[in-house]
């Protein structure tokens, strides 16, 4: 049975995608699809305060992004030089909060230690930022996308736990996206199911995918990788058959089995 990806292949460099892999171990024959495309901005911005660790509380990350945001600085040379001799330690008294797992092997990459990634997502990091953060400390830096979700700012504001926020990329739909899914859709025929990762994902795909499945789509099973993506399928009137369980491969792979398997 074939699944279907809206979402970005994983860097080559490190191996094979995750999400082919375990669905594949469950004989689910997945192809990725690149949904979103993304603009950095406010570089300079964001290591400037990244080089005033003394002025916050620790670091909150709640996509990759923002960390690849952080890599394309540490490029310039004399940055990344300020990075590994003294800012990495000092950004690494305090702590740094991330949602999920590529996000924390992303922080891993630059050097820092994350906390709080079995959260699975932003509400349950809010939850554990708060039990955690003391009231009126000094802000936590929080590097985003101009799309993010004002659940974790909003419950931080309502303890009374400083925050400020950086957006440093902006979302845009993918300039092929169009042009992959109906090739996909003419070459392979209408998948079992369809995985979505993201809000914007589901905005930018999901009349597209009613339109090529046409009578089918009604037995295609719908997936989200997270319940922000649920909701915002269910908002858009499709019906979900499965949300995975936290945003891992293995969840994910684990719920599409039960939900293709289950009549």
């Known amino acids: 049975m074939k699944v279907l990806l809206l979402k970005d292949p994983k860097d080559k460099d490190s191996g094979p995608d995750p999400y082919i892999k ?16 993304f603009e950095f901005t406010s570089l300079d911005s964001l290591f400037d305060k990244l080089s005033h660790p003394e002025c916050y509380g620790g670091l909150v990350f709640t996509s990759p992004r923002a960390l ?18 003294s800012l990495k330690q000092m950004w690494n008294i305090k702590p740094t909060y991330v949602v999920g797992k590529a996000t924390a092997s992303l922080v891993e990459e630059i050097g820092l230690i994350p906390q709080g990634e079995k ?14 953060e003391k009231p ?13 979700r004002e ?17 440093v990329y902006q979302t845009a739909q993918h300039p092929d996206l169009q042009e992959s ?19 914007s994902g589901v905005k930018f ?4 995918i009613q339109k090529l499945s046409g009578d089918l789509i009604s037995q295609v099973k719908l997936a989200a990788i997270g319940p922000s993506t649920a909701e915002a399928l269910l908002c858009a009137g499709a019906a979900v058959s499965c949300t995975a369980g936290s945003p891992t491969a293995q969840d994910l792979a684990a719920a599409i089995h039960t939900a293709l398997h289950t009549h």
Do not use: D
């Open 22 to 37: 375990e669905l594949g171990s469950y004989n689910l024959e997945a192809t990725l699809i690149p949904v979103l495309s």
């Open 68 to 85: 690849e945001a952080i890599k394309i600085c540490l490029k310039e040379k004399s940055k990344k030089e300020a990075w590994s001799k």
């Open 119 to 132: 959260a699975g997502n932003a509400e349950k990091l809010a939850e554990y930022i708060c039990s955690r």
């Open 136 to 148: 009126n400390s000094s802000a936590l830096l929080f590097p985003c996308g101009a799309l993010k």
């Open 151 to 167: 659940v974790l700012p909003t419950v931080l504001r309502e303890k009374g736990i400083p925050l400020e926020s950086l957006t």
């Open 181 to 199: 899914l109906s090739s996909y859709f003419s070459q392979q025929g209408v998948p079992a199911s369809i995985v979505f990762f993201s809000p």
């Open 205 to 208: 795909c999901l009349q597209l």
